[in-house]
């Protein structure tokens, strides 16, 4: 049973638009929500977090917003850049031993120039 | 600058083998964490440790073992490698005892069996 869903695999988006990734998750514990950013044959690198007492983080270009009664999050990047291209995973952590995360499958991000 | 290093970035073996993939980390952190990560499935966690010589399972643990004999360095072995365990492997870490914060990640080990 998967507790972190991204349901779109992939999202083209054009050069200087907004991007929205989205996030679903189902386990009511999660206090703390992370997204990563992967490119081929690298690791993931974090990107930005927001915790459950919150409902927006902004860093840059990059915003998160949650929603806790609908249990959703969701990832904005203004104005998309060729560069943003990657994979990008969503993460759940709640509070307990070593506090591991809980990832999603992952969506492709592809930015047209 | 944090870092996590893994031994190889590509390894083939046979099946039937036994495969050591190491970990090290210099941020001093006590969690260290193994994941494999497949097409469609995201980054799935196999074995994670909150402290020397501690170890507990992830949410697929089957067919791995893990060793931790020093803080910085935690090891992931199959110990008979089959065909289902190619995949990319991600070793992370990260600080203990504070309530929010983020895993660091290494490059990976691509694993494929033969």
């Known amino acids: 049973d998967q507790q972190v869903k991204q349901n779109s695999p992939s999202l083209s988006v054009q050069e200087g638009r907004i991007s929205i990734l989205n996030c679903d998750y189902t386990?009511?514990?999660?206090?703390?929500f992370l997204w990563y950013k992967k490119y081929p044959a690298e690791g993931p690198t974090f990107l930005i977090s927001i915790s459950s007492i919150k409902d927006k983080n902004e860093d840059g270009r990059f915003t998160v917003f949650l929603n806790k009664s609908a249990k959703h999050l969701s990832l904005h990047i203004v104005p998309s850049q060729p560069g943003d291209s990657a994979v990008y995973f969503c993460a759940a952590s709640a509070a307990g031993s070593a506090r591991q995360l809980t990832f999603g499958s992952g969506t492709q991000l592809t930015v047209l120039p | 600058d944090v870092k996590v290093t893994q031994s190889s970035r590509y390894l083939v073996k046979r099946t039937g083998e036994k495969v050591f993939l190491e970990c090290v980390q210099d941020?001093?952190?006590?969690?260290m964490f193994w994941y494999r990560q497949d097409p469609g499935l995201g980054l799935r966690l196999i074995y994670f440790?909150?402290?020397?010589?501690?170890?507990e399972k992830g949410d697929i643990p089957e067919g791995y073992s893990v060793s931790r004999e020093k803080k910085e360095r935690f090891s992931l072995i199959l110990e008979s490698a089959s065909t289902n365990q190619t995949s990319m492997y991600l070793c992370?870490?990260?600080?203990?005892?504070?309530?929010?914060?983020?895993?660091?990640f290494g490059p990976g080990t691509r694993l494929t069996v033969l």
């Open positions: 386990n009511s514990m999660f206090d703390y």
């Open positions: 440790s909150y402290d020397v010589k501690m170890k």
């Open positions: 941020m001093d952190h006590e969690n």
């Open positions: 992370a870490s990260t600080t203990g005892g504070r309530i929010y914060n983020e895993q660091f």
